[in-house]
């Protein structure tokens, strides 16, 4: 009997601990990016003043492709690349979001930033767009509403466990 009591306790905690896990995130990626051209960022992981290939395919007019950790660059109509250098005071671990531009579509993709650059190298602030702050599901603090609630969760559940696991043992007895 203490063995289905101790299984029981344990399967509720368990539930309990499930339930008050963050819920993952159900976006598809590239969901919002579906466009009638192709486009990618190669490699999509440099390090600060490194040089990426821009690619577009199917594009009827000129490409232009905007970033935060380049200056922009147009791919002409008819060429299916261009290049770009990431700035050097980059920051290392940032992501930054890189838009390409056929006509009236756009569609965006992500460029990470790795290691450091060149320390000794300090250009001239000369773009104006920021780090794409909030991605990967970490806000960097704690939400006390949600541990709260995982709380008292957790709390009712082994209460409810131990409330079983009391009355059951009263029954045995008698």
């Known amino acids: ?13 368990a539930t309990a601990l499930a339930l008050t896990a ?6 598809v990626a590239g969901e919002e990016n579906i466009t009638s051209f192709g486009f990618r960022v190669t490699p999509s992981t440099i390090a600060a003043g490194g040089q990426v290939t821009l690619s577009v395919d199917g594009c009827e007019h000129n490409t232009k492709v905007t970033s935060g950790v380049f200056d922009d660059v147009t791919i ?11 700035f050097w005071d980059a920051k290392p671990g940032a992501m930054y979001e890189v838009t390409f531009t056929c006509g009236q579509e756009s569609g965006t993709t992500d460029l990470t930033i790795v290691g450091g650059g060149n320390p000794s190298h300090h250009p001239t602030p000369h773009h104006t767009r920021g780090v794409k702050a909030g991605v990967g599901g970490s806000s960097g603090g704690f939400d006390g509403q949600q541990l709260a609630l995982g709380g008292a969760l957790i709390a009712g559940v082994l209460g409810t466990a131990y409330y079983w696991t009391r009355r059951r043992t009263g029954q045995d007895e008698s």
């Open 1 to 13: 009997m203490r063995a289905i009591r101790v299984a029981s306790a344990a399967l509720l905690t």
């Open 76 to 86: 002409p109509k008819g060429q299916s690349s261009a290049t770009a250098m990431v």
């Open 22 to 27: 963050p819920p993952a995130s159900a976006a």
